[in-house]
């Protein structure tokens, strides 16, 4: 934990050292903590600095979505973008852009909780069957139903290229220009929806050995999954609001947690909260360094980096089940 620490420090400074320019460890000081009129220090102060904020909390947001989903599905395989989440929330969005002429975050976010949230009971459901929730079936609900909303979204938006134009970057999934004031509307929402994700950390832990047993030990079923679908909701509704569909770390950082800490879903919350943000950090870094002085978008580099992660992860024997 102490490691984790220390790592995602040490990326933050970085976050906001790098860049198309190379900014010196003194600036950054000086920007932070004794601001002059230095030109770099407007640019710290402006654009890397809230930048860096927003994927230090996207990052937490996406890690610990994708740690809850997993749980709650009993499927190593689910995250927010496999099972159509970021999906359902950005045809949410669109149709705000596209259709209601919404410009603001704080208008369409609303749509995108309402959009995860519609998409979230549409799969598990789809997932249910007469023994119980089939990971297996989840997933490929979950995939079905991201498909089709994905060419819905497409088809929207070629109906009115000017209106999208803004929302390329955001569409890759970017934390690109996103200033603070997108953030702090949806803050409160993700501090309610982390206390709800660590309130039902207990009972997904009985709920792993199945429903039957996790009955017997006193767990409400229902109650635990209505909040867990909550806080997944407001978590990954309110994470592509501000950053777009980025996909594939709430895939892998819940594995290594997984790995450092056990079956204990309260120790594989709170590394997902520390390791998700060096991930998001790491792939924005690679994004600004590679094609400098243009950027990649944070979203491409993750999926460049999930893609044969989630390929070796199909391939292993237990990826069936959690």
């Known amino acids: 934990m102490v490691l984790a620490l220390v790592v995602l420090t040490a990326l933050l400074t970085l976050s906001v050292m790098i860049g198309s320019t190379a900014i010196a460890p003194s ?7 004794d601001p002059s009129a230095h030109p770099d220090q407007f640019a710290i102060r402006d654009f890397r600095l809230p930048r860096t904020i927003v994927g230090l909390v996207v990052g937490a947001v996406l890690g610990l979505s994708g740690a809850l989903i997993q749980a709650l599905v009993r499927n190593p395989l689910a995250d927010p973008g496999v099972l159509g989440v970021h999906a359902g929330s950005s045809f949410a969005v669109t149709v705000a852009v596209g259709v209601l002429g919404v410009r603001e975050a704080r208008g ?14 549409l799969v598990l459901a789809l997932g249910s069957t007469r ?18 909303l994905g060419g819905a979204r497409e088809a929207i938006q070629l109906t009115d290229p000017d209106a999208f134009d803004a929302m ?11 200033p603070l004031d997108v953030l702090w509307p949806v803050l409160p929402f993700f501090a309610v929806a982390a206390v709800l994700a660590f309130a039902v950390s207990g009972p997904l832990n009985a709920l792993a050995l199945g429903d039957e047993l996790a009955r017997a030990q006193g767990v409400r079923l229902a109650r635990t999954r209505v909040i867990a679908v909550l806080a997944l909701t407001l978590l990954a509704g309110g994470a592509t609001a501000i950053a777009g569909p ?14 450092i800490a056990g079956p ?3 120790w594989i919350f ?8 060096s991930l998001l950090l790491v792939s924005d870094i690679l994004g600004r360094v590679v094609m400098r002085p243009g950027e990649i978008p944070v979203g491409i580099v993750t999926a460049f980096v999930g893609a044969p992660v989630l390929v070796v992860l199909v391939r292993r024997r237990k990826a069936s089940g959690l």
Do not use: E
């Open 27 to 33: 600036v950054v000081w000086h920007a932070l903590f």
């Open 108 to 121: 369409y976010m609303w749509f995108a909780f309402a959009g995860a949230l519609v998409v979230t009971l």
């Open 131 to 148: 023994k119980g929730s089939s990971p297996v079936v989840m997933v490929l609900a979950g995939v079905c139903v991201g498909a089709v």
């Open 168 to 178: 390329r970057y955001w569409n890759a999934g970017s934390i690109t220009g996103r």
């Open 246 to 259: 980025v996909g594939f770390i709430g895939l892998m950082v819940p594995h290594v947690a997984r790995w």
């Open 264 to 266: 204990d879903q309260r």
């Open 270 to 277: 709170a590394y997902s909260v520390l390791l998700a943000p």
